[in-house]
């Protein structure tokens, strides 16, 4: 008989795997996992402590309150986690059958055309969520739940900015894979989201700007209402000037990084 044992079954840490690839920015996320990772055994105490005193009379809102607190951080680093580690579940079945080059390629395209754009989005969309909870100093729905619930909208809000830099950080590593180290390379291959950064950035600055120089008592409202923001016309089809600055500037970008590029070979 054999002495040597086949090995069915090994349990290793997603954080540790593939280690040898990671940049700076994914050991950055994975650490910062790790510690979120914690919030899921204070989670479940919390889970086991309610269903025990809810059965002996002495139901505690604060502590159903936290508990969707701790779920919500948890799940939204965990996101961060699944993108750097690659532990996400993909729903692909010819992606297992590509070849090395093109899967990279596959994940290149997912991160910096879909994912990342959405998840700018999403930072976009819920700063005014969360500014707005700031503002109203916004509670618990419960009297005796856990207040200052504009923590957790801001939060939130902070959370898609450690997800999109797991994925920037993620794209970077993509590319040095696919032997792409070039910076004009790097900005073209993600040209919709440097062009999505590069709107939102223009949008802000060109905000911040009307809101200081503004008559009192003008809310924001009524400044977004300014000619400035308001649609081109190209024959049938409206777009924002805000959109036109970006990608005319995004060109540019790349161009001149390309410009330099030959300078220094």
């Not at 692909?92 to 989005?121: H, M, S």
């Not at 700063?127 to 957790?152: Q, T």
């Amino acid at each position: 008989m054999s002495n040597t044992q086949e090995v069915v079954a090994a349990i290793s840490d997603p954080g540790e795997v593939g280690r040898a690839d990671h940049n700076r920015g994914d050991r950055i996320i994975v650490a910062i996992s790790n510690v979120a990772a914690w919030l899921f055994p204070i989670l479940m105490l919390a889970i086991s402590a309610q269903v025990v005193l809810r059965a002996a009379g002495h139901n505690q809102a604060w502590l159903d309150d936290a508990q969707w607190w701790m779920y919500g951080m948890a799940v939204l680093i965990g996101i961060a986690y699944a993108v750097t580690t690659n532990s996400h579940v993909r729903v692909d079945i010819f992606y297992d059958n590509f070849e090395r080059r093109k899967r990279i390629i596959v994940d290149i395209i997912g991160i910096a055309w879909l994912f990342l754009p959405f998840i700018i989005l999403c930072w976009d969309v819920t700063l005014d969520y969360a500014i707005s909870s700031i503002k109203a100093d916004e509670g618990s729905d419960s009297p005796n739940g856990l207040h200052n619930l504009w923590l957790l909208k801001t939060f939130m809000n902070l959370s898609f900015i450690v997800i999109a830099f797991a994925l920037w950080s993620a794209y970077l590593r993509l590319m040095r894979q696919l032997g792409e180290t070039r910076l004009w390379k790097i900005l073209l291959w993600a040209f919709p989201t440097v062009a999505f950064v590069i709107d939102l950035a223009a949008y802000y600055l060109t905000l911040g700007v009307l809101v200081l120089g503004a008559a009192e008592g003008t809310t924001t409202r009524e400044i977004t209402r300014s000619a400035v923001f308001q649609p081109l016309e190209l024959g049938e089809t409206e777009i924002s000037p805000m959109v036109v600055v970006a990608l005319v500037l995004t060109v540019a970008l790349i161009v001149l990084a390309r410009l330099f590029a030959r300078k220094d070979a």
